[in-house]
């Protein structure tokens, strides 16, 4: 059983910063990439940042310069760095990735449930 949580959201005001968590748990040999996702209330899921397992971050242009993926990740989890909020972040973030089982020869791509992020205006 593999499992992925996102934590760290929450309501904050415009031009603040929230750090989100994803940590992936269970029968794991190894993760490749990971990515960060959202989808805003009405709207469809679009990808916002994610790193590869060599490291390489990358960010949507809608982000760019206020969200980052830290380098200091602890094994196993892998946190998105946000600044500058706007209200049209307001959304429900995903962490998705790429995860090897024990005993299992592929990538699986997995997703945690989401942690609502809300920005004030």
């Known amino acids: 059983q593999v499992r992925l949580a996102e934590s760290g959201g929450g309501l904050v005001q415009s031009g603040g910063s929230l750090r989100l968590t994803c940590t992936a748990s269970?029968?794991?040999?190894?993760?490749?990439?990971w990515n960060w996702y959202r989808q805003p209330p009405d709207g469809q899921r679009e990808w916002v940042a994610g790193i590869t397992n060599g490291g390489n971050t990358n960010v949507a242009n809608s982000v760019k310069g206020r969200f980052t993926i830290p380098g200091d990740n602890a094994k196993n989890t892998v946190d998105l760095q946000m600044s500058t909020l706007k209200p049209e972040a307001t959304a429900h973030y995903y962490c998705?990735?790429?995860?090897?089982?024990?005993?299992?020869?592929?990538?699986?791509?997995?997703w945690g449930l989401g942690t609502q992020v809300t920005v004030s205006s």
């Open positions: 998705n990735a790429d995860i090897r089982r024990f005993n299992d020869d592929y990538l699986r791509n997995d």
């Open positions: 269970g029968s794991i040999a190894s993760i490749g990439d």
